[in-house]
DNA sequence: TTAATTATATGACTCTCGGTCATTAACAAG
DNA sequence: CTTGTTAATGACCGAGAGTCATATAATTAA
């Protein structure tokens, strides 16, 4: 009976050497230019195998994805202490995520496309999706800590948890979407990408009305 | 000599005429689906006559794109208000945009599109990008009411006007490019873009720390 | 008016790429 | 050995961006 575990064994074997194939392809051209001629080539099988193992193009750069995600999602992890209340965990988060971004650059690149694009649209199996939201996302992380963050008092508690974590990740998908991607135009503004980031930490943390505003 | 002029409106004209077509198109299609050949047998010319008046496709989106940064603009424009102090026109700015999202969702979504790619990668000519951030882009209409609110009180004073600005509106940003692509994806966690846009004025306003928080 | 020059327009063609499918090879079961 | 099943192949298709030799129209010069 051990005849058809083995069999699952190889073809998950096989689908992880797809994958480093694609990675190899990835690591070096980016993942625009990932094409699935050069994919099979890497990988020494003809293109129809490579749709044995994935629905589409997209799919194998979901499971590239997941990699990437996989990697931040243990970073962010062991940034988190039991003894630091709430709103500090989540600084360490927000650090954990600027270090991936810096030290993965390409995963983190890979990460941000499909963080913000419409996935339901994509022709990949939309239960891995749902699964990824609903566990594997650093989202989670995030809505754990906010959570806390409430409970010990370091954060509000007016504000609803769950559309407060969401809040807090967008707004930090936005700060690194554009840090990314328009460091260079920026640039004409002498704009420093530390100083957004810090800027973006302090308002998130103590608002930004000054001292004179009216309330009402 | 007025022949070289007339030469020079005609070319406009024409141009102008490329864009109509393929703005109807990019209406009823999306603009994931607008290619050459629709647009070219639309506007009743040979293919070969479009590339005689943009570089590219990309450059023929972008060209979308400003008439409805145009617009953008325009309705930011319009809700400015000399009496109000820099605060209050933030929060105007923040509506406005709010506003064109569900008023002009195609300009939208390619607004987005947009702001969340690497524009210098695109083979468009780079220097109309360069007008557009120094002085068509929202972000010049946003840098200048939070200068406005440093100097009367609404907003702190301790940031850097620039960086703030850039802070904020990339925060906007974020928000806006993860409910427009995610929203049907939350809804599994029951979050209701409404209360996510309120909870982000909140927090940029006032914070997240919570009353037992240790500044140190 | 006509010839020469220049600007504009054409569409067939190329090239790239994602995805498919009829055919073949490898292997397991009886 | 035969039959059935699963895995692998690569030629092929269709879509779409971009090009270019050729043709046409407009302008200028003679």
Redesign the pocket.
Known sequence: MG??E??ER??QQ?RNDIIDAAERIFFTRGFE??????V?EEA??????????F?????LQFAIFMRGSDILMRMMNDNLSDESDGYRNLLALAGSFIRFSKEYRDYFNLFMHFETIRMNEL?IDQEQIQVYLKEQSPLALVSRQVARGIEDGSMRADLLPEVFSATLWSQMLGILVVLTNKADLYEIFDLKADDILQTHLEIVSHGSLGSKHETR
């Open positions: 005849i058809a083995r069999k190889e073809k096989r230019n990932l094409t699935m001629d050069e099979a020494e099988l003809s293109k129809g195998t490579l749709y044995l193992y629905k589409s193009r997209d799919d022709n």
